[in-house]
T-cell receptor, first 112, second 116 residues
Framework: GNSVTQMEGPVTLSEEAFLTINCTYT??????LFWYVQYPGEGLQLLLK?????DKGSNKGFEATYRKETTSFHLEKGSVQVSDSAVYFC???????????FGTGTRLQVTL | SAVISQKPSRDICQRGTSLTIQCQVD?????MFWYRQQPGQSLTLIAT?????????ESGFVIDKFPISRPNLTFSTLTVSNMSPEDSSIYLC???FGGGHTGELFFGEGSRLTVL
């Protein structure tokens, strides 16, 4: 079946540090890949996505590249801010079904 | 986008009781889903709520335990029946527009249930 594996958190960084949150997946066919973010007290929201190999999704300074050869979709940001503190979820969607398969989430805490 | 309101936001329940969670959306949506997030676990899809017909349940989830209603395109309820401590979880309502083919979901803030 389909699955998503994320690095465990929490990840604690100082402001302006470089961020990488690893995500790898197992899926049949060619899934679409997503990063969702959950800020404190809010619902999950889509951060970025990529629908085919070598696509790069980007939003709010975050980027992730769909790497089929390594089945990965790592999330990166060059300089994090305190306001980026949140839980980040990697997810995939396989085929035409609307169902998403999520990773366990990685909590990021950014300090001054 | 969509604004999704869930009630209750949290509750503490006794073993053996049932609790109904409501999900209200500010616009008509095609697809509504219920997810569960157990402590330290990923989000798991419970079922797709279908308007005017029975919900479609994922493997491991049954209607008797998680009855779902969806009377219209903006509202759904999930009931957690005969609760046990293992049902302690965050329950999330989510929606998608169109056929959900883009994979973009909108989520409510979740309902945190603690079963004693």
């Amino acid at each position: 079946g389909n699955s998503v594996t994320q690095m465990e958190g929490p990840v604690t960084l100082s402001e302006e540090a470089f961020l990488t949150i690893n995500c790898t997946y197992t899926a049949t066919g060619y899934p679409s890949l997503f990063w969702y973010v959950q800020y404190p007290g809010e619902g999950l929201q889509l951060l970025l996505k990529a629908t085919k190999a070598d696509d790069k999704g980007s939003n709010k300074g975050f980027e992730a590249t769909y790497r089929k050869e390594t089945t990965s979709f790592h999330l990166e940001k060059g300089s994090v801010q305190v306001s980026d503190s949140a839980v980040y979820f990697c997810a995939l969607k396989a085929g035409t079904a609307s169902k998403l398969t999520f990773g366990t989430g990685t909590r990021l805490q950014v300090t001054l | 986008s969509a604004v999704i309101s869930q009630k209750p936001s949290r509750d503490i329940c006794q073993r053996g009781t049932s609790l109904t969670i409501q999900c209200q959306v500010d616009s008509q949506v095609t697809m509504m889903f219920w997810y569960r997030q157990q402590p330290g676990q990923s989000l798991t899809l419970i079922a797709t709520a279908n308007q005017g017909s029975e919900a479609t349940y994922e493997s491991g989830f049954v209607i008797d335990k998680f009855p779902i209603s969806r009377p219209n395109l903006t509202f759904s309820t999930l009931t957690v029946s005969n609760m046990s401590p293992e049902d302690s979880s965050i329950y999330l309502c989510s929606v998608a527009f169109g056929g959900g083919h883009t994979g973009e979901l909108f989520f409510g803030e979740g309902s945190r249930l603690t079963v004693l």
